[in-house]
Every structure is written in structure tokens, then in C-alpha cells.
């Protein structure tokens, strides 16, 4: 079995500041792991995947995530936020027994303030 | 673009009718998938479909049926809504090549309202 836990239902932040949205996985096998954005009143959009290979990853608008396997995590980061990153992000996995399923986590909503 | 398009975008219903939300996409890919998404849960998957006529069941299937004929449509019916199914309902698909290690593409959601 597959999960995703993320620990920050809402994470409050300055603009420009540094933010990171923490990701714990669970499964018994090697995984794929993705991180989407959700604007308000949009789908997900993807931000960036892990799939093998370098363990940091970079994606979209200046985020990165970084693969620890030891620690089960996908933490997601960026140096230095803007209001328009105001949205909600969710933290997903594909374990290569999992079939061809995505399991997501609950989500966290960052909130950039000025 | 994805080219995936879901219908209705909004729709309100009352308790004991049935529903069809019906998800349609222009590139010819295999997966296709149903979640819905509700606070404090995120996504959940609800069906998935492999291929026309291929489906299977997600993490919550009760109360929903789905229906793959063409491979362009994958429908998703509430046989007798009820007031739990309010919901956000997300299609996605997946360009699933070699495996589970590529991205899904959503649509633009379908906001039902079970009153």
C-alpha cells in the first residue's frame, strides 16, 4: 500500500520569504513522486517529479523538492515566495506496485502575506 | 492543453437522483481517472479505467459507477446521489508510457452540490 502524509494543513508566510511544505511517504517499494499546485477554482497543475536519478529536483516558478529515502520525505521549497504563490499544493505518489494509481495528500494551502 | 474537458462544471441535484458527470479527452491516452476532492482529504481516487470497457475501483467506490465505451469518454454516475457526495469531482489522465512514472493531467473540476 501507498501513502502520503502532509503535515501542514496551512502554512502562513511573508512575501519573500523562504518556505518549505513538508511530504512523508509510505510504500514498500520504490516510488515516483509528484507535487501539484491548485489555483483557486482550477485543476492541479504539476510542479515537479521525482522519478530516479539526483535527488533534488527542480521545477516550475523556482521550486524544488528533495528526495531523502532514509527519511521517507519530499519536502517541497522555495527561497523566496511572491503573493501569486498563494495556493494549494498537494504532495502525490506513484509506488511501482501501485499499479498505475496516484495517491494524494490532504494538502496544504500556503498563504503569502505582504 | 491536456485537452480534457469535463461536464457540467456546476451542478446541484437533489438527494435520490441519479447523476452522470462525463469526462472527455482529444489524445487518445488509456488511464483515465475519477477523484474528488474535499477538505481535509485531498484527492481520492474514485475509479480508474485502463482502456474501453477496462475499469477498476479506487479508495472510495461506494455510491459510484463509471463507464468507459469510447476511449475519449469515461463517465462517472451517482446511481442515487446523497447529501456526502457534495463534492469537487476532478478527471485526469495519464500518458502512462512505461509505467507509473509520468504525471496526471486534470481537468478543470465539476463542482456538485447534493441538496
Known amino acids: 500500500a501507498q501513502s502520503v502524509t502532509q503535515l501542514d494543513s496551512q502554512v502562513p508566510v511573508f512575501e519573500e520569504a523562504p518556505v518549505e511544505l513538508r511530504c512523508n511517504y509510505s510504500s514498500s517499494v520504490s516510488v515516483y513522486l509528484f507535487w501539484y499546485v491548485q489555483y483557486p477554482n482550477q485543476g492541479l497543475q504539476l510542479l515537479l517529479k521525482?522519478?530516479?536519478?539526483?535527488?533534488l529536483v527542480k521545477g516550475i516558478n523556482g521550486f524544488e523538492a528533495e528526495f531523502n529515502k532514509s527519511q521517507t520525505s519530499f519536502h517541497l521549497r522555495k527561497p523566496s515566495v511572491h503573493i501569486s504563490d498563494t495556493a494549494e499544493y498537494f504532495c502525490?505518489?506513484?509506488?511501482?506496485?501501485?499499479?498505475?494509481?496516484?495517491?494524494f495528500g490532504t494538502g496544504t494551502q500556503l498563504k503569502v502575506e505582504l | 492543453d491536456a485537452g480534457i474537458t469535463q461536464s457540467p462544471r456546476h451542478k446541484v441535484t437533489e438527494t435520490g437522483t441519479p447523476v452522470t458527470l462525463r469526462c472527455h479527452q482529444t489524445e487518445n491516452h488509456r488511464y483515465m481517472y475519477w477523484y474528488r476532492q474535499d477538505p481535509g482529504h485531498g484527492l481520492r481516487l474514485i475509479h480508474y479505467s485502463y482502456g474501453v470497457k477496462d475499469t477498476d475501483k479506487g479508495e472510495v467506490s461506494d455510491g459510484y459507477s463509471v463507464s468507459r465505451s469510447k476511449t475519449e469518454d469515461f463517465l462517472l454516475t451517482l446511481e442515487s446521489a446523497t447529501s456526502s457526495q457534495t463534492s469537487v469531482y476532478f478527471c485526469?489522465?495519464?500518458?502512462?508510457?512505461?509505467?507509473?512514472?509520468?504525471?496526471?493531467?486534470f481537468g478543470q473540476g465539476t463542482r456538485l452540490t447534493v441538496v
Open positions: 521525482y522519478l530516479s536519478g539526483s535527488t
Open positions: 502525490a505518489v506513484n509506488g511501482a506496485g501501485g499499479g498505475n494509481k496516484l495517491t
Open positions: 485526469a489522465i495519464r500518458r502512462i508510457t512505461q509505467g507509473p512514472n509520468t504525471e496526471a493531467f
